[in-house]
DNA sequence: TCGTATACCTTACATGACAAGGTATATCGT
DNA sequence: ACGATATACCTTGTCATGTAAGGTATACGA
């Protein structure tokens, strides 16, 4: 049983997360599951009732698009696209991380021990 | 006027951050308000409306403890120390904080461009 | 035929920041 | 004397978001 990372951390990362793996290309929701786990080491886990809502908020919002494709085998898939609008958040997001992450690391030791 | 960080960012870094401030020794609210910002260079500033309820909850749960105290000019404060348990939380919270950190890392770039 | 993987979706519930409001004292400039 | 600002704490209403749990459907291997 893997502890889950705990739910806020998801909600800050999941927007810059998704945004940031569509910059290799298109995916869809299940794929992106896949890679959430790949890029953490299997450390980080995602939920599929979390992350469809987030799809859809994206797309709402203009930082995704999405289109719906049929593969070979019959199965439907929906894929995304970032857009120039999801690019800048992205960028956002980033530079809001590090912000944060920097005061983290600032206070969980100031440089000296771990 | 400053941009303020998204406020899934202030929940998912609020426990780790006051926790880890407490790691220095007992601090209080508006302190602790002034700390953050310092921590950050300025570019992470809390409101003292997230804060206290974020204090109360931590010693709720025993991960805090707090005790009243009356300044020489008159003013009361209620200073905060790290518990035990708060210690152990810490602990998880920084090796969940660097797991999604190293994922969001992982996906800007893979190690390569910025 | 049964379980697992793939692939999408939704709802009820609890949590937590934000905005805005409140109380009170001390200090400093005018 | 008075007003503004800093210090120092608190609470409430609203909104956003993950979790848990449920749903639908197809493909494939045992």
Redesign the interface.
Known sequence: MK?P??K??V???S???VL??LTGGESYGYEILKQ?KL???G??EWSDGMLYPVLHRLERDGLITGRWQLTDEGRRRKYYRLTDRGKGQLA???A??R??????E???GGGRNV
């Open positions: 502890k990372v705990y806020e951390l909600a800050a990362s927007r810059p997360m940031s793996i959430v890029l953490s080491g450390e980080v956002r997001d980033r809001g991380w912000a944060v992450h920097g005061a983290l600032m206070s969980w």
